[in-house]
């Protein structure tokens, strides 16, 4: 149970694997006015960089499952680095079926809403393990404009324009699941940027060490189009966002 090789290598440097920034995931945790010993639960954890970060600013506690034996590890590091080895803590496991054995103040899943089968399955099952009143916290892409046709849709490397919603729509299907939106940060440009070009120099330096791998050649073919695929569809159509939620 891991990741496929290819997904490690391309975010081999990032500590955030979404497009979030250090300064946005800062000024989300902030927005939350979260107290000291919130418990929290972060389902797709990546390299922990959330918990990491919000356990040294904001004293909060908590755990991270990742299904990534690379990012775990690189969590459990970054947790050791920050100093905060001592309130969170990293599981190696299969999201989709984790529920904390006790009510957690914060449950998260910040950009993998497919352990859920999408947005209403990952909010069900998020709030399995969420006290009454507590907080829900979903990473999800949206669409920035309508989708002009299937070329695009596919070059934002969805299947159709039915796999995301624009942003009224995505807020409107939040309250029809029965949540107030209560925050929200979302990302720009400039910060898609941050983790997708950051991906292609991830690529092509291990490209250069690793010629006779057997990925080089699928690398290769990423580094050839990815830019210009980014650059001409994704850019422009794709936003991304972190939601929090309560129930009404």
Same mark, same amino acid.
């Not at 990491?52 to 034996?69: E, F, K, M, Q, Y």
């Not at 459990?76 to 803590?89: F, H, I, K, P, S």
């Not at 990925?215 to 189009?225: C, D, G, H, N």
């Given at each position: 149970?891991?990741?496929?090789?290819?997904?490690?290598?391309?975010?081999?440097?990032?500590?955030?694997?979404?497009?979030?920034?250090?300064?946005?995931?800062?000024?989300?945790?902030?927005?939350?006015?979260?107290?000291?010993?919130?418990?929290?639960?972060?389902?797709?954890?990546?390299?922990? &960089? *959330?918990?990491?970060?919000?356990?040294?600013?904001?004293?909060?506690?908590?755990?991270?499952?990742?299904?990534?034996?690379?990012?775990?590890?690189?969590?459990?590091?970054?947790?050791?680095?920050?100093?905060?080895?001592?309130?969170?803590?990293?599981?190696?496991?299969?999201?989709?079926?984790?529920?904390?054995? &006790?009510?957690?103040?914060?449950?998260?899943?910040?950009?993998?809403?497919?352990?859920?089968?999408?947005?209403?399955?990952?909010?069900?099952?998020?709030?399995?393990?969420?006290?009454?009143? /507590?907080?829900?916290?979903? /990473? &999800?892409?949206?669409?920035?404009?309508?989708?002009?046709?299937?070329?695009?849709?596919?070059?934002?490397?969805?299947?159709?324009?039915?796999?995301?919603?624009?942003?009224?729509?995505?807020?409107?299907?939040? /309250?029809?699941?029965?949540?107030?939106?209560?925050?929200?940060?979302?990302?720009?440009?400039?910060?898609?940027?941050?983790?997708?070009?950051?991906?292609?120099?991830?690529?092509?330096?291990?490209?250069?060490?690793?010629?006779?791998?057997?990925?080089?050649? &699928?690398?290769?073919?990423?580094?050839?189009?990815?830019?210009?695929?980014?650059?001409?569809?994704?850019?422009?159509?794709?936003?991304?966002?972190?939601?929090?939620? *309560?129930?009404?």
């Amino acid at each position: 149970m891991d990741l496929p090789r290819i997904f490690t290598i391309r975010e081999s440097s990032h500590r955030i694997h979404n497009p979030f920034t250090p300064g946005k995931l800062a000024t989300l945790g902030q927005a939350l006015r979260l107290a000291p010993g919130t418990r929290v639960l972060d389902l797709a954890s990546g390299s922990g &960089e *959330m918990l990491c970060t919000w356990a040294r600013d904001h004293g909060v506690t908590g755990t991270g499952v990742d299904i990534s034996t690379v990012f775990t590890e690189k969590a459990r590091a970054r947790a050791t680095e920050l100093g905060v080895a001592d309130q969170v803590t990293f599981v190696h496991g299969d999201a989709s079926g984790h529920r904390s054995d &006790e009510p957690v103040d914060l449950a998260a899943c910040v950009g993998a809403t497919w352990i859920g089968g999408g947005v209403a399955g990952t909010v069900e099952l998020l709030a399995s393990s969420l006290r009454p009143g /507590g907080l829900m916290l979903i /990473g &999800e892409p949206y669409w920035r404009q309508e989708v002009p046709d299937q070329d695009t849709a596919t070059g934002c490397l969805a299947r159709s324009e039915d796999d995301f919603l624009v942003l009224p729509e995505l807020i409107a299907q939040f /309250g029809d699941l029965g949540y107030d939106v209560v925050e929200m940060v979302l990302a720009d440009q400039d910060s898609w940027d941050r983790y997708q070009a950051a991906q292609w120099l991830n690529l092509r330096r291990w490209l250069d060490g690793n010629p006779d791998d057997e990925l080089a050649a &699928e690398v290769r073919a990423e580094l050839s189009t990815e830019p210009a695929r980014y650059v001409r569809y994704q850019r422009e159509h794709l936003g991304w966002g972190v939601f929090a939620l *309560m129930v009404r």
